[in-house]
C-alpha cells in the first residue's frame, strides 16, 4: 500500500518528481524545469519528462481530462523504477485523478509467486502540497484500500476462494465502525427456500453462502436503505451446459466480480463514513456439473414461489441473484441495484469500455449514475427495459424460463430479474469491465475492480454523503 500525505519538506531534490501544471514548474525557478516546460509549450505535449542520476522529472499538463491524467498517472508508475520508494507531486489543480492513476497502476497480484518479494513494487510513499485538503489524501488513500481488497478477490482462483472463503473475506472487513457482516450458511439457506442457488450449488462438493452486508451510520441520509446485490458465483464451468475452457471458462474466477465490487463500493463507503444507509446482499457457490447437478429440463421453484425451467445450466448468474432480490425486497428499499458478470451478450454488445444499465428507477436516478460513471470512467451505458423482453423469458410449463432467444440476451436477462423485484431497480451488467485479459493502463490486467468507485460515487452524489 502507498500513503498518499503531505509533504513535511520544500525540498524536492532526491525525489522522483511531478510536476502537475505549468505554474507548478514556474514557482520553482528552475532553468532545467523551465527548458522542459518551454519543450511541452513549443511542441504541445501534455506529457514529458527527465531523467538523471538523480531521478525523474516529470511534466503533465493540468488541461487535460480527468481520465486523461488518470492515464498519465499510469505512465509514471511504469517508468519510475520499480526500487523507487517516494514520489512527489507539486500542483493542486485536478491531482486527485493524476494520483489515483498512479495507485491503481501500482497494484500487484503476487503473491502466488515463491519469490514475491523480487516483484514487488517498494513505492510507500506519495508526497502531496500541504495545501491539499485531508479528505482528498482521505479518500484516496482509502479507496486504493478497498480496490485492492476488491481486485485481489477477483483475482484469486477458485483454489483459494469458494464460497465459504469469499463469505470469511467479507466478514473480516466488519473491524470498520458500523459495518456488520452476516453469512447464512446452508442450512438456513434451506429455510429461507432459496431454490436458485440451492439448485445451481447442487452439482458443487462446497456449501454455498448468503451474505448480508449492512452499514448504517448513526444518523443516515436516508430514511430507506439502498440495497446492493452481487453475483457470487466464485467459479463457473458451465454447469452441465459445460463451457469450453479457452477464452471462456480460463477467466471464470472473475464470476464474482458483481459480488466483489458490490463488497468493495460498501466497504469504501463505510472507510468514508458516509452518511448513507446501504446494505449488500451477496449469493454465492460454484457451478460444477459434478454429484446431483441441475439440469436441463430441471423445474426450479425460487424462494417467492415463482417456477423457473432451466433450459441451460450455465445461465445460473440469474438464478442464485433472483433469489437474493426477493430478499431484498424485506427491507422495503428506496433503491435495488444488482451487479453481475451476467452475460457474454454484454461485452459483445458495448466490449470492455463500459458496463450495461438497465431498470425502471427514475430517469433522475439513471442520470445520477450515469454523472457518477462519467466522473469515474466507470461509465454505463442504458439499454431499454420494455415488457416486451420478458416475452422470451416466459416457459411453456413454467412461470419463466432462464434463457431467452438468441436476440438482446443482456436484456432479457435483466427483464427476468426485474420480475423478483419490487421496488425501483437498476440492474448493471459488468461483464465486459470486470476483467481484461490484457494489461490497460491504470485498470491492470484481470480483476479491475469496476464498479466500485463507480457505486460510491453514486451513493455520495445521491444522498450527498460526508467524508
Excluded at 95 to 104: A, Q, S, T
Excluded at 108 to 124: C, G, P, V
Excluded at 419 to 442: M, R, S, T
Aim: proline content about 4%; charged content about 25%.
Amino acid at each position: 500500500m502507498v500513503k498518499v500525505q503531505h509533504i513535511d519538506s520544500k525540498e524536492w531534490h532526491g525525489y522522483d518528481s511531478v510536476f502537475l501544471g505549468e505554474k507548478s514548474i514556474q514557482k520553482e525557478k528552475n532553468p532545467i524545469l523551465d527548458d522542459l516546460l518551454t519543450k511541452c509549450k513549443e511542441k504541445d505535449l501534455k506529457f514529458d519528462y527527465l531523467k538523471s542520476h538523480q531521478g525523474f522529472v516529470f511534466y503533465v499538463s493540468d488541461k487535460q481530462s480527468d481520465e486523461e491524467l488518470r492515464i498519465a498517472g499510469s505512465k509514471i508508475r511504469n517508468l519510475i523504477d520499480r526500487e523507487t520508494k517516494s514520489l512527489l507531486v507539486f500542483g493542486t489543480s485536478h491531482i486527485n485523478p493524476l494520483i489515483e492513476g498512479v495507485l491503481l497502476t501500482n497494484y500487484q497480484f503476487i503473491h502466488h509467486f515463491t519469490k514475491s518479494e523480487t516483484k514487488k513494487y517498494a513505492l510507500n510513499a506519495i508526497y502531496v502540497d500541504e495545501k491539499i485538503e485531508k479528505e482528498t489524501l482521505k479518500y484516496l488513500n482509502k479507496m486504493q484500500q478497498a480496490l485492492y481488497w476488491t481486485r485481489d478477490l477477483v483475482n484469486e482462483p477458485l483454489s483459494h476462494l469458494n464460497a465459504t472463503d469469499l463469505a470469511n473475506r467479507i466478514k473480516s472487513l466488519e473491524v470498520v465502525p458500523n459495518l456488520k457482516v452476516k453469512v447464512l450458511e446452508k442450512s438456513q439457506i434451506e429455510t429461507l427456500k432459496m431454490g436458485g442457488l440451492l439448485a445451481v450449488n447442487k452439482g458443487s462438493i462446497d456449501p454455498p453462502t448468503f451474505t448480508i452486508m449492512e452499514y448504517k451510520p448513526k444518523k443516515p441520509s436516508n430514511k430507506k436503505p439502498v440495497v446492493l446485490v452481487g453475483k457470487g458465483v466464485v467459479y463457473d464451468t458451465g454447469g452441465l451446459s459445460l463451457k469450453p475452457t479457452p477464452g471462456s471458462m480460463d477467466c471464470m474466477k472473475s464470476d464474482m466480480a458483481g459480488a466483489a465490487s458490490v463488497a468493495g463500493a460498501i466497504y469504501l463507503t463505510a472507510l468514508m463514513a458516509l452518511d448513507v444507509h446501504v446494505i449488500g446482499l451477496i449469493p454465492a457457490t460454484d457451478n460444477r456439473p459434478g454429484l446431483n447437478a441441475y439440469t436441463p429440463g430441471d423445474i426450479i421453484t425460487m424462494s417467492d414461489g415463482t417456477t423457473v425451467e432451466v433450459l441451460n445450466t450455465d445461465a445460473e448468474g440469474r438464478m442464485i441473484l433472483a433469489d437474493a432480490l426477493v430478499y431484498a425486497n424485506k427491507y422495503e428499499p428506496e433503491l435495488i441495484i444488482s451487479s453481475a458478470t451476467l452475460t457474454g451478450a454484454a461485452l459483445r454488445a458495448i466490449g470492455t469500455n463500459a458496463a450495461i444499465a438497465m431498470g425502471d428507477a427514475s430517469d433522475k436516478t439513471f442520470k445520477l449514475l450515469e454523472k457518477s460513471g462519467q466522473s469515474t470512467h466507470e461509465r454505463i451505458v442504458q439499454f431499454p427495459f420494455w415488457d416486451e423482453y420478458l416475452e422470451p423469458m416466459k416457459s411453456n410449463i413454467a412461470d419463466l424460463k432462464n434463457i431467452g432467444g438468441a436476440n438482446a440476451g443482456m436484456i432479457t436477462a435483466a427483464k427476468f430479474l426485474g420480475h423478483f423485484v419490487k421496488h425501483p431497480y437498476i440492474h448493471l451488467d459488468i461483464a465486459g469491465p470486470a476483467w481484461l485479459d490484457a494489461k490497460e493502463n491504470y485498470k491492470g490486467q484481470g480483476g479491475t475492480g469496476f464498479g466500485v468507485r463507480l457505486l460510491y460515487s453514486f451513493l455520495e452524489n445521491a444522498h450527498h454523503g460526508k467524508r
